[in-house]
């Protein structure tokens, strides 16, 4: 009976194994994109190198983490993309952001950052970016939390006249409470959906007690970018339900991005074991929304 069981279920694996070659065929290549930050000792050693590992890798798209004063790793915007795009990938997402002040949280007069914002997002548009995206922020006080519920959608309706999309990218405290407030659930329930978007770090989610399948159902077009992370390298830890993840995929989600922040072996041999997995993982889809 036990053997009969054992052929049954390897039998059952190789005909999964076997439809999943033959969708890979008829499909070809998945749009997986990278957040450059898997590879930030790389790239600060060797720019061209790093952004040609990262094409070799498979990845299809980019989402930068090196902006500062209206520069990419140092680079002009155009020439940038430019770079990204002669590598074989597009330039589609970048992490940028600014604190408030003590000043600003008490006054609600957020016109200093404002103007950072601005040079920012001219910044962005001209690397020709869709997503922008603040990577983190501290609430420490209900006060500070309403404010940045606030600030958000003002940038939001800076990015939206501008062409871009902005967003904020969850860790795990932003599932604390804040006096009264759950963070996470505040800012999405305090933001305006047509100017404010939310890139979900899976990982960090469930850092935080919270399951991403839940927050898709409870959130249902809230969530444009995922941030596809495990302890290390993906699918190594046990930690992170991916199969639940990409099977339960709300139509709001425009894209993905792998990002290794801790690694068993050198960063390039873990970001290119992280994008083999999802390669090779049949639920995972070919283009964005899932159809």
Same mark, same amino acid.
């Given at each position: 009976? &036990? @053997? &009969?069981?054992?052929? @049954?279920?390897?039998? $059952?694996? !190789?005909?999964?194994? #076997? *439809? %999943?070659? @033959?969708? &890979?065929?008829?499909?070809?290549?998945?749009?997986?994109g990278l957040q450059? =930050? #898997?590879?930030? $000792?790389?790239?600060?050693?060797?720019? $061209?190198? @790093?952004?040609?590992? +990262?094409?070799?890798?498979? =990845?299809t798209a980019v989402e930068a983490a090196g902006y500062k004063d209206g520069k990419f790793y140092g680079k002009a915007p155009e020439e940038f993309k430019k770079d990204v795009e002669a590598a074989g990938m597009k330039l589609t997402g970048s992490h940028a952001g600014r604190m408030?002040?003590?000043k600003e949280v008490q006054t609600g007069d957020? #016109?200093? #950052?404002? &103007?950072?914002?601005? /040079? !920012?997002? +001219? $910044?962005?548009? +001209? *690397?020709?970016?869709? =997503?922008?995206?603040?990577? =983190? !922020?501290?609430?420490?006080?209900?006060?500070?939390?309403? +404010?940045y519920a606030k600030y958000f959608n /003002?940038?939001?309706?800076? %990015?939206?006249d501008a062409g871009l999309r902005f967003g904020y990218h969850n860790h795990s405290h932003e599932f604390n409470k804040v006096g009264k407030y759950v963070v996470m659930d505040y800012l999405i329930q305090n933001t305006d959906p047509d100017l404010v978007s939310y890139e979900m770090d899976v990982y960090w989610v469930g850092r935080g007690g919270r399951s991403p399948v839940e927050m898709f159902k409870q959130y249902p077009n809230r969530f444009m970018l995922l941030h596809i992370k495990d302890l290390k390298e993906l699918g190594q830890s046990g930690m992170v339900g991916f199969d639940a993840i990409f099977n339960n995929l709300p139509k709001s989600v425009e894209g993905i991005f792998v990002e290794v922040e801790r690694y068993n072996y050198e960063p390039k041999v873990s970001t290119k074991m992280s994008y083999d997995y999802l390669k090779n993982s049949c639920f995972v889809p070919y283009s964005y929304p899932k159809k």
């Amino acid at each position: 009976m &036990k @053997t &009969k069981l054992i052929l @049954t279920v390897v039998a $059952a694996m !190789a005909i999964a194994l #076997s *439809a %999943c070659a @033959t969708i &890979k065929q008829e499909k070809g290549k998945k749009d997986i994109g990278l957040q450059l =930050y #898997s590879l930030r $000792a790389d790239i600060k050693k060797d720019y $061209a190198g @790093t952004i040609k590992a +990262a094409a070799d890798m498979g =990845y299809t798209a980019v989402e930068a983490a090196g902006y500062k004063d209206g520069k990419f790793y140092g680079k002009a915007p155009e020439e940038f993309k430019k770079d990204v795009e002669a590598a074989g990938m597009k330039l589609t997402g970048s992490h940028a952001g600014r604190m408030l002040s003590k000043k600003e949280v008490q006054t609600g007069d957020f #016109s200093e #950052s404002m &103007k950072w914002w601005k /040079q !920012a997002i +001219a $910044a962005h548009k +001209a *690397a020709g970016v869709k =997503y922008l995206v603040m990577p =983190y !922020a501290r609430f420490s006080s209900e006060a500070e939390l309403k +404010a940045y519920a606030k600030y958000f959608n /003002q940038i939001g309706k800076l %990015c939206k006249d501008a062409g871009l999309r902005f967003g904020y990218h969850n860790h795990s405290h932003e599932f604390n409470k804040v006096g009264k407030y759950v963070v996470m659930d505040y800012l999405i329930q305090n933001t305006d959906p047509d100017l404010v978007s939310y890139e979900m770090d899976v990982y960090w989610v469930g850092r935080g007690g919270r399951s991403p399948v839940e927050m898709f159902k409870q959130y249902p077009n809230r969530f444009m970018l995922l941030h596809i992370k495990d302890l290390k390298e993906l699918g190594q830890s046990g930690m992170v339900g991916f199969d639940a993840i990409f099977n339960n995929l709300p139509k709001s989600v425009e894209g993905i991005f792998v990002e290794v922040e801790r690694y068993n072996y050198e960063p390039k041999v873990s970001t290119k074991m992280s994008y083999d997995y999802l390669k090779n993982s049949c639920f995972v889809p070919y283009s964005y929304p899932k159809k």
